[in-house]
């Protein structure tokens, strides 16, 4: 599945490795997806790029997801989830510079990570203006709905409405940061004619905010035990 992925057609593919995997496969799902990715020769041409979501900065994972892939070919990007500060941008930062310095751009043949920080709680959207500063390396922002919606006991509509504040915040500030990136809410349901409409009609309204990506849809990828889905973004 994880070769399978590379026949896709895409501006983005993610491999997750937060919250499809256990605790107890995080080391192997880590050491796999390194393995596949050692194994590339390059990027496939109809991917745009090849991203990794790494575990959140509080838990104990982010750091060796980061030490073990940072400097892995072909990753153009780490997807950080759950970011609540400027802090969590500045760890990440000062990480890939240590464990991948020629990834970290000293020099003029280096290739920065870029980095794309998941907004999912209210601490977060209040605190946009200290996280888009906080890296030279951020490219972009993806709203996480569901996240977001728990944090504050929300109830998802077909409307949207209740996420008018955070989605206008999270692209203003992408705009006001000059950001490459401001990537909508995910489409929970696009399957069949009625969910292809809402898809559509989803894709319109996060153009017309100014959202310039969705993530539209995610599969699993299994690799023995161990699961790595993958995110598809399309712009």
Same mark, same amino acid.
Do not use: W
């Given at each position: 599945? $994880? ?11 993610? =491999? ?16 796999? +997806? ?15 790029? +090849? ?11 982010? +750091? ?32 890939? &510079?240590?464990? /991948? ?13 870029? +980095?794309?920080? $998941?907004? *999912?709680? /209210? &601490? ?12 030279? =390396? @951020? ?6 709905? *569901? ?6 006991? @929300? ?6 409405? *209740?996420?008018?504040?955070? &989605? ?16 909508? @809410? ?46 598809? @973004?399309?712009?």
């Amino acid at each position: 599945m $994880l070769t399978k992925s590379l026949s896709l057609t895409s501006d983005n593919v993610t =491999y997750d490795l937060e919250d499809s995997v256990t605790p107890a496969n995080k080391g192997p799902a880590r050491t796999a +997806l390194r393995e596949h990715l050692a194994s590339l020769s390059s990027r496939p041409s109809s991917i745009g790029e +090849l991203a990794v979501r790494i575990n959140a900065v509080e838990t104990p994972f982010a +750091l060796q997801d980061l030490t073990t892939l940072a400097s892995a070919p072909n990753i153009d990007a780490i997807v950080i989830p759950k970011v609540n500060s400027a802090s969590d941008m500045t760890f990440v930062t000062d990480v890939i &510079r240590h464990a /991948a310095p020629n990834r970290h751009g000293s020099s003029p043949d280096a290739k920065p990570l870029k +980095l794309i920080a $998941l907004i *999912e709680s /209210a &601490r977060a959207v209040m605190d946009l203006r200290s996280i888009c500063a906080a890296s030279p =390396y @951020l490219s972009g922002l993806i709203f996480a709905a *569901e996240d977001f919606a728990l944090d504050l006991s @929300l109830t998802r509509t077909p409307s949207l409405k *209740e996420f008018l504040y955070a &989605r206008s915040a999270i692209v203003t500030a992408a705009r006001a940061f000059e950001l490459p990136s401001a990537i909508d @809410l995910v489409c929970t349901s696009y399957k069949g004619e009625e969910g292809l409409k809402r898809l559509e009609e989803e894709c319109k309204n996060g153009r017309e905010m100014g959202f310039n990506g969705k993530r539209t849809s995610s599969f699993c990828c299994r690799l023995k035990s161990h699961t790595v889905p993958l995110f598809l @973004l399309s712009s």
